[in-house]
């Protein structure tokens, strides 16, 4: 049989879609499982958008779109840019592609080469680190502790760069942590940058609109202007429209890079679907409100989970400032054993036992880089969330 190409030899399967994977064949077998290892919306796409989609279908536009994103789209992006981050970019610094994960994905592959580094904070998204060495490039993560609430300090920071790094990828809020960067915290982070001229910067901005407690947004060429040729700013409708199965991810950016990213889109994509353009066209430039109404259930949600956390004796979390996930950690039942006899060896077998034995999918955190924590999400309903933290509580009452 032909062998497999050695680049995947590193490249391991998601942990959570492996995790979800797993609830879905316990579900088939009539078992119930609470899923809370997903980081999907459970709101349904504004209507608004459906609408655009489908006018666009009636109306023929069905063909082969443009690579870089129709001219209404890259507009409404522009207009979205200088809305919510007073940033100014012309069309031709604007890329769309099939979800931020592709933006990501093509940015690695049009600018690394053998042996250069990237920056990670960890804990950090599973996927960084895979696209990253996928593209030939050296993941380089600087651990951020619970202590310091997930954040990267400056000072680890100019610490990890190195005359091969290329990139530092940053992510706030984060996933898996929640964890998001005042102004003044990316403001050292950006001081940092600013004496290291040959590396590039993306923020993946993903859960920008997915903010607490009036808490203030911001990205790092925002903060730091004098970065502003140097830095990719990634986003898309996913998360904060929901729309995550429309697949529509962009970024804006100095134009040398986007032409350099978006020559990769050309041989890996033919350009995203035109129904998801016109939809996400509507969505960038329609009513916003359903953002921060969005925002103030998740609000609710994470404050619900926090305070069923509390009450499990030797599990501590802390308060994150966006996103929609919390980041448990379990160190104190590490060396216990499970009601049905496992031994949690570390956070990975916790998360097995849970689900296999209590019926409640997560997500370990060794597979973000950082142990002994596990990832919840409550981008679901209050209902599953009540059921859910009912068993954590029970299955960890149960270790001993």
């Known amino acids: 049989m032909p062998s497999i190409a050695e680049r995947l030899n590193n490249v391991s399967v998601s942990a959570s879609v492996a995790m979800t994977q797993k609830a879905r064949e316990l579900t088939a077998q009539g078992i119930q499982v609470i899923s809370l290892s997903s980081g999907e919306p459970d709101f349904p796409t504004p209507p608004h958008a459906i609408e655009a989609a489908h006018a666009a279908a009636l109306a023929g536009d069905t063909k082969y779109p443009p690579i870089e994103g129709t001219p209404a789209l890259k507009q409404a992006i522009q207009g979205k840019f200088k809305r919510d981050n007073n940033l100014d970019y012309e069309p031709s610094q604007i890329l769309v592609a099939g979800g931020g994960k592709q933006v990501i994905f093509n940015a690695m592959l049009a600018t690394l080469n053998p042996g250069d580094e990237v920056v990670i904070p960890t804990p950090a998204w599973i996927s960084y680190a895979d696209i990253v060495k996928f593209a030939g490039g050296v993941p380089v ?106 697949r529509m991810g962009y970024c804006a950016g100095p134009k040398a890079l986007i032409k350099a990213v978006s020559n990769v889109n050309t041989q890996n994509s033919g350009g995203v679907c035109t129904l998801t353009q016109a939809a996400a066209t509507a969505v960038l430039n329609g009513p916003q409100d359903l953002l921060a109404e969005r925002a103030a259930i998740y ?76 990832r919840l999400s409550y981008a679901t309903s209050v209902e599953m969330l009540e059921q859910g933290c009912a068993r954590i509580a029970e299955f960890c009452a149960g270790l001993r």
């Not at 984060?174 to 590039?200: F, K, Y």
């Not at 994150?320 to 448990?328: D, K, V």
């Not at 570390?346 to 002994?372: I, K, R, W």
Request: hydrophobic share 40%; charged share 20%.
């Open 141 to 246: 993560a600087v651990p951020c502790s619970q202590d310091n609430q997930f954040k990267l300090k400056a000072e680890d920071l100019d610490a990890a760069i190195t005359p091969k790094t290329k990139w530092l990828l940053l992510n706030y809020p984060s996933n898996p942590t929640g964890s998001a960067c005042s102004r003044q915290e990316m403001a050292a982070i950006a001081e940092v940058m600013l004496q290291h001229p040959d590396v590039w910067i993306m923020t993946d901005d993903m859960y920008e609109h997915l903010i607490y407690d009036g808490f203030e947004f911001c990205t790092i060429a925002e903060v730091e202007p004098r970065l502003y040729d140097r830095v990719l700013t990634v986003n898309g409708v996913s998360k904060a429209y929901a729309m995550t199965g429309w």
């Open 299 to 374: 609000q609710q949600r994470r404050d619900f989970v926090l305070e069923r956390l509390a009450g499990v004796a030797g599990l501590t979390c802390h308060k994150p400032e966006g996103a929609f996930y919390l980041f448990p950690n379990i160190g104190e039942f590490i060396g216990r054993t499970s009601a049905k006899g496992r031994r949690i060896g570390n956070d990975t077998d916790f998360c097995m036992a849970l689900m296999e034995e209590h019926h409640v999918a997560t997500v370990q955190g060794a597979a973000y880089g950082l142990s002994p924590f596990f």
